[in-house]
């Protein structure tokens, strides 16, 4: 199975025009400083004008205004900022699966990508948490290619190349490096398949604490095998030089028991955080995913 290569990231750029991420702040234009802040100041966006006080800025006088009024008259500015993303994307070797289309790591690395350019072309920065479960690499947020462009980089590295061990406590060693970096106003797009999901998981924390000062939208990968369980009939599953017999009618219930009980376990955190869930399958394409 053919896995991404830079030439088909960049692509994406043309799909990310398709996409709205709906913020809750939404941009208001696609240029840099799309956000608008709460605080006057010396900004981009002009406000008002108003008499002159004690202490404003002398840059800010308005003179023809002053000369026609016969007194002292300031502008105002409404600041304009841009927005930080985070892109958490979980790239564990358990992701080197899929049934359909494509590999949840392929559809991983795809989200990203497209999240990144969607991001970028709002108008606000971009940077990233990337973890496969031997290496982390964190990007600081930046504007426009420059932002992008690393995390495309990054994500290719990252990508797992062949079947190996599960290391679901990928996520949160994600987390745990994401979180003293995320600051009030923020948005953080997790990319996973959710694996320690359903178990005893100490993420759950960090999520609170994320969610109490950052807008958090989770992208939930998964596979129809993982979803139905195997088909009637006798199979070999594993690593290879480590394969195991199954029996597709008798593994079918506790396999789906586990999935039902991660499945129940992420929407309850949702509800709980009020955290949005988008559920991305490995047998559709992308981009309409995204978009619809």
Not at 4 to 29: G, K, N, T, V
Not at 146 to 172: D, S, W
Request: proline residues 7%; aromatic residues 6%.
């Amino acid at each position: 199975m053919k896995l991404p290569d830079l030439d088909e990231l960049l692509a994406l750029q043309a799909d990310a025009r398709d996409i709205r991420l709906r913020l809750q702040s939404p941009a208001r234009a696609r240029q840099l400083g799309a956000h608008r802040g709460v605080q006057r100041g010396r900004g981009l966006e002009f406000e008002e004008v108003r008499p002159y006080v004690a202490g404003d800025d002398a840059r800010s006088i308005d003179w023809r205004v002053s000369a026609r009024r016969g007194r002292l008259h300031t502008k105002l500015f409404r600041e304009e900022r841009e927005r930080p993303v985070w892109l958490l994307v979980d790239l564990q070797p358990g992701m080197f699966f899929g049934s359909r289309l494509q590999l949840k790591s392929v559809l991983a690395v795809r989200a990203a990508a497209l999240l990144a350019w969607t991001v970028a072309q709002s108008g606000d920065r971009v940077g990233a948490v990337i973890a496969n479960g031997v290496e982390t690499v964190c990007l600081p947020p930046r504007a426009r290619q420059a932002g992008v462009l690393p995390i495309l980089n990054a994500l290719l590295a990252l990508q797992p190349r062949a079947p190996a061990l599960p290391k679901p406590q990928t996520l949160g060693e994600a987390l745990r490096t994401l979180q003293p970096m995320v600051h009030p106003g923020s948005l953080v797009l997790a990319i996973s398949d959710f694996a320690s999901q359903g178990a005893a998981d100490p993420s759950d924390l960090i999520w609170s604490t994320l969610a109490a000062h950052a807008e958090c939208r989770l992208f939930w990968v998964t596979d129809a095998l993982e979803r139905s369980g195997l088909p009637d009939g006798k199979f070999r599953a594993g690593l290879p030089g480590r394969l195991w017999p199954l029996d597709g009618a008798r593994t079918r219930a506790p396999w789906l028991a586990l999935w039902q009980r991660r499945a129940a376990s992420l929407q309850a955190l949702g509800d709980r955080l009020r955290l949005s869930i988008t559920r991305i399958d490995t047998d559709a394409a992308l981009a309409a995913q995204l978009a619809a």
